[in-house]
């Protein structure tokens, strides 16, 4: 059964979530607990979205995450820099594994550059003022029209059919197609009866994309270093971009068989 005011119980539930993740991260630097308040904050983001289009008129600027909540947007950003090192040095260590090289200049640059944007993160993290998202929960909490739970959720499948109407256009850009699944996905998690929507299928789609983001976010990186930094008589210049191939052909296969899976998923929804 729903909460009364089902939109407050799951944003007071990220709302803690970030708050916990925050006392971790303030003690010490935790890669579990950056992933952690990332994601909390990704569905704080989504509930923001969502309440703009349940609620359209709120004020200027209400509802785009940046402008309602500019703080925690930054928090993210900066927090997503040493997120995105984290990633390069997982794939890389895997790459390595897989073409049998080794890619020393690369690594040491990765090392320098997580040591760098740890010190930024830790900087944010203690200066992040969660007021931000507590004035937020008070307007969600004296908002009369979130009170009726049965009302709340057929607008939330209203507006998730809307927005599944609007996915196709962005096949071809993997990366906005996964935010707009994501968000997707977290509104869906919110509904009483979710048997139509299957979020399931929507999960794994999602995990297909995220590896096709992982990669993509190691090739742009590792181009980076090699064509801005690394010098070209140097062996590992060619390696590496033999290894921007290599990192292209695995996203165009992900890329492959998350279309395939999401169009089957599509049509199921379609079928229902």
């Known amino acids: 059964m729903l909460p009364a005011n089902t939109l407050l119980f799951h944003w007071k539930k990220e709302q ?16 579990q607990a950056i992933h952690d308040l990332r994601v909390a904050i990704k569905k704080i983001r989504a509930y923001t979205k969502l309440y703009t289009l349940l609620q ?3 004020g ?39 073409t049998g090289r080794r890619y020393l200049h690369l690594h040491f640059y990765l090392l320098y550059m997580l040591k760098t944007t740890k010190a930024w993160c830790n ?26 739970a049965v009302s709340t959720d057929k607008r939330i499948q209203l507006a998730i059919n809307e927005q599944l109407v ?20 977290y509104w869906l998690l919110l509904l009483d009866e979710k048997e139509r929507y299957a979020p399931g299928p929507l999960h794994t789609i999602l995990d ?35 290894l921007e ?6 996203k165009d296969r992900l890329l492959t068989a998350v279309r395939k899976n999401l169009r089957n998923w599509l049509e199921e929804l379609e079928a229902n």
């Open 208 to 242: 297909e994309l995220g590896n096709w983001q992982d990669y993509e976010i190691a090739r742009v990186q590792i181009k980076h270093f090699r064509k801005d930094y690394l010098p070209k008589p140097f062996d590992e210049y060619y390696e590496l971009k033999k």
């Open 56 to 58: 359209p008129g709120n």
């Open 123 to 148: 900087q944010d993290i203690h200066q992040y003022k969660i007021k931000e998202l507590a004035a937020m929960t008070r307007f969600l909490k004296e908002d009369g029209s979130l009170q009726d």
């Open 60 to 98: 200027p600027g209400f509802g785009n995450e940046k402008n309602t909540l500019p703080h925690t947007g930054q928090l993210f950003d900066i927090t997503g820099r040493q997120r995105d090192v984290e990633i390069c040095l997982a794939i890389l260590a895997s790459l390595q594994q897989e």
């Open 166 to 185: 609007s996915i196709t256009p962005h096949f071809k850009q993997p990366h906005t197609l996964r935010k707009q699944l994501k968000t997707i996905y």
């Open 16 to 31: 803690k979530a970030v708050v916990e993740n925050l006392l971790v991260l303030r003690q010490k630097l935790n890669e």
């Open 245 to 250: 191939a290599f990192i292209e052909n695995k």
